[in-house]
């Protein structure tokens, strides 16, 4: 989300039982194997953060927020057996996950039949933490620009999982205190005003400046006989900062994060999660990238060649996008800027205002070993009845649209 309106410890972690989860559809596996599972992952910024700390629980404590509503009815619609929502704001307690589960998924949304999820994750993100430094240089320290993350309180603009398939809490790795300066050849911003590299902030700053702005977790959910690595995160919209492009620059490195944490032992020897343990995803595991990343590949403002990083990484599976007809039409409707973008329209999966207009910038990016079924962006057209789900400024749910994709998952030995 790219207005920055009022919409916009040790790790909580919640498995509650909400309900009974169905089973996807299996093939007929090799002997003495688990059967292959088919699974909808899905990734989705629904907006659902406050201007205050407490004011989510509060909207969410009873069943009647308009904007809740339509963000669940949208689950509802598209059903994912795995599910990561950005823009969630996070409370040490867990309340917010377990209200929006029990008061809006778990009931019918006009007529959509109620999604559970038995297994849920979050955990605590950097946005709305006060730095005590002044990272905008702005001369002045405290507020929203200088937190670790972009946020009024902590917690603001966090991130939840929610899965129907069983995550093994135990093996979670978080990366919301991985040091910026510890990324081999980090693209640390600069002062234009100074001959020194790199010198934007001070070695105090970076001394303690995280390079996530949200956070960085490797969930493993286990389906059928095998674990998949759900890769989330939420980096920093490329703007709102200066000629120093830090923001520009943060968002491309935590992207590169993932790819570096998937290409094996070489390339992620200098990864350490929040437990103190280091390296990437062992060679072979399969995982699922999916986030708001805020990145298109050719248009916006993010550096160019940002999401290439994941995009043309050799472990990353290839294939057609996530499409739909709506983005196509909005674009169509709306123009100015969008007539000029060199992404196709039908790509894209949020409605920005100009600039940039509307861009792709949420994605799930599967490992090679996950066969894609099918994908989707859940954007109706307007002759669609279910477009009042999504809507024009001011939106109805976000200014995102939940991106899906269908897997089928091995079967075989967890890994």
Known sequence: MRNRSPRRSLAVATATVLGAAALAPALAPPAGAAPATDVRVATFNA????????????DLSTPDDPQ???????????????????????????????????????????????????YSFSAPVNTGVPSGFDLNGDGTVGGPDDAWGFGAFPGQYGMVVYSRHPIALE?????????????????????????????????EELARLPLSSKSHWDVPVRVGGRTVHLLTSHPTPPVFDGPE??????????????????????ASRHVYDDQGRRG???????????????????????????????????????????????????????????DDHRSPAAHDTADF?????????????????????????????????????TGTFPFPSSDHRLVWVDLRVPGGPAA
């Open 68 to 118: 809740a509503r339509a963000v669940a009815e949208i689950v509802q619609r598209t059903r994912p057996d795995v599910l990561v929502v950005q823009e969630f704001d996070h409370d040490a307690e867990g309340r917010a996950v377990r209200l929006f589960a029990e008061n809006y998924l778990g009931r019918s949304q006009a007529g959509a039949a109620p999604v559970e999820y038995p």
């Open 280 to 338: 990437g995803l062992r060679a072979g595991a399969a995982f699922v990238v999916a986030g708001d990343l805020n990145s298109d590949p050719r248009d916006g403002d993010s550096l160019p060649g940002s999401i290439d990083q994941l995009l043309e990484h050799p472990r990353v599976g290839t294939g057609r996008p996530p499409a739909s007809e709506g983005a196509v039409e909005a674009s169509r409707l709306q123009g100015g800027v969008n």
């Open 47 to 58: 907006s659902l953060n406050r201007a205050t700390e407490g004011e989510l629980v509060a």
């Open 353 to 389: 205002a100009e600039p940039p207009g509307n861009i792709r910038a949420d994605y799930v990016l599967p490992s090679r070993q996950l066969r894609v079924r099918d994908s989707g962006v859940f954007w109706p057209r307007s002759d669609d009845p279910l477009s009042r789900l």
């Open 245 to 266: 492009d830090r923001n520009g620059r943060r968002n491309s490195d935590e992207i590169r994060f993932w790819a570096d944490y998937v290409s094996g032992l070489a």
């Open 171 to 203: 093996d979670v790795r978080t990366f919301q205190h991985f040091r910026w300066a510890d990324m081999p050849g980090a693209l640390l911003p600069d002062d234009p005003a100074t001959p020194e590299p790199a010198d934007f902030y001070s070695p």
